[in-house]
T-cell receptor, first 116, second 114 residues
């Protein structure tokens, strides 16, 4: 299996532009997690889905952030409009299912976002 | 509230020396505990995890971790460090009633001296 696939790997954009990050889950996995990693705040969970349904989006920083799962194997994280403080590495991770906290999450390589 | 603390931001060890990375957690019940490793520019890779049972858990790459409930700790160890172990290490707790949500510590960066 190819593992979790994220695209693009690097994104440089200007403040105010829309940014879309993409994630393909491992085949057969039902749960999807979006994380953001910064030096100041470490790894933060933004949102997670189970069977395409958002379960908890309490970590999404603002309304400028939105995430979708249009199908069982694919997700997008959109920032509109982007701001310099959104610069970070964004990871998605998938797991076989939600199972009370014990399932292993498999991480993608991340998208390094720089907003100028 | 659940939390994970990794007291050491940065550790340097000599190649061949033993390693222990500390992790303390705060959680109201028996936790699910994980150690992940992140190499520069890469995603996170699972080293090992603890659910229940034997408190000494073996992982990949020669790592092990010991769950100590009395100390709320889950320290990661390796008897002999290799230069390729230089990376950032994250401890995490899985939250039972929030369907798999992981709460991560701030990470410990490991440097290995030749």
């Amino acid at each position: 299996d190819a593992g979790v696939i994220q695209s693009p790997r690097h994104e440089v954009t200007e403040m105010g532009q829309e940014v879309t990050l993409r994630c393909k889950l491992i085949s057969g996995h039902n749960s999807l997690f979006w994380y953001r990693q910064t030096m100041m705040r470490g790894l933060e969970l933004l949102i997670y889905f189970n069977n395409n349904v958002p379960i908890d989006d309490s970590g999404m920083p603002e309304d400028r952030f939105s995430a979708k799962m249009p199908n069982a194997s694919f997700s997008t994280l959109k920032i509109q409009p982007s701001e310099p403080r959104d610069s970070a590495v964004y990871f998605c991770a998938s797991s076989l299912r939600l199972a009370g906290g014990g399932e292993t999450q498999y991480f993608g390589p991340g998208t390094r976002l720089l907003v100028l | 509230a659940q939390s994970v603390t990794q007291p050491d931001i940065h550790i340097t060890v000599s190649e061949g020396a033993s390693l222990e990375l500390r992790c303390n957690y705060s959680y109201g019940a028996t936790p699910y505990l994980f150690w992940y490793v992140q190499s520069p520019g890469q995603g996170l890779q699972l080293l090992l995890k603890y659910f229940s049972g034997d408190t000494l858990v073996q992982g990949i790459k020669g790592f092990e971790a010991e769950f100590k409930r009395s100390q709320s700790s889950f320290n990661l160890r390796k008897p002999s460090v290799h230069w390729s172990d230089a990376a950032e290490y994250f401890c995490a707790v899985g939250v039972y009633n929030q369907g798999g949500k992981l709460i991560f510590g701030q990470g410990t960066e490991l440097s290995v001296k030749p």
